[in-house]
């Protein structure tokens, strides 16, 4: 027993330099005056309070979390319905789908959204589609929408997968005895279903949720710098203003309410599976 948890070493030093390390400096930093030698440090909390007292940068932070949450729901509304198609398929036809599904994760997702910069631009396909409508006139690119767009795409693959997984555990004996029952497919769905697919779609919402709340680039780019969210602001202060402690500190906020959202999410898999947190 003791040869293999030799085998924990090199990953424990891999975490302590990657991960533990950049963050206990993070955390350092933000409590830390600018201008601080390496020797001697003066600690504030000015940074934490300036955040939460300038209404533009809390106007920013709503905004992260509204558009994430809208994010959550259109790929928990469209990824499901797809998820629960590919679980009904043959086992043949699953693997064809999910590959489909996959597939467009295999290209760096920055190429992706540059993608759809030329789809959305002046000129191009959903433009001359909207012409061809009569509504020509119509701006898509540098919106909200264009934003929610491209963040639907790129994370909506985690929700589908997440939930496809859950489906596809799920003892189909299940669903025989509920319709021996005398229960439509609809109850069925609704009350057997449904909550068997429950872990699958929490943890569906939590990949969904986490990376578009701190997103940068997919708002940089379709939003054109003019729909500012709470990533751009961290890349904006640590890149452009070269205010690095300040922007330690709001690194820290946004790791305290993604910590805080993982333990809610917790607490609510654990109620629906009826067990106690240990």
Known sequence: MKRFSQLAVPYIVWATLMLILPMALIALYSVAEPGNSIISFTLTMDHYVKFFTDPDFLIILWRSLLIAIKTTIICLLLGYPVAYFIARSSEKMQNILVLCITLPTWINMLVRTYAWIGLL???????????FIGLGNTELLYTEGAV?????????????????????????????????????????????????????????????FLPAVSSFFIPK??????????????????????????????????????????????????????????
């Open 121 to 131: 631009s002046e000129g191009g396909l959903f433009q001359r589609i909207l012409s």
């Open 148 to 208: 929610l767009l491209g963040m639907v795409y790129n994370f909506v693959p985690f929700m589908i997968l997440q939930i496809n997984t859950s489906l596809c555990k799920m003892d189909h004996s299940l669903l025989e005895a509920s319709a021996d029952l005398g229960a439509n497919p609809v109850q069925t769905f609704m009350r057997v279903t449904l909550p068997l697919s429950l872990p699958g779609v929490i943890n569906g919402i939590t990949l969904v």
């Open 221 to 278: 780019l379709l939003g054109g710098g003019q729909y500012f969210l709470i990533g751009n602001l961290i890349e904006n202060q640590f890149i452009t203003v070269g205010e690095w402690n300040f922007g330690s500190a709001i690194s820290m906020i946004m790791a305290v309410i993604m910590m805080l959202l993982m333990m809610l999410v917790r607490k609510v898999e654990i109620r629906n599976q009826g067990g106690k947190e240990e």
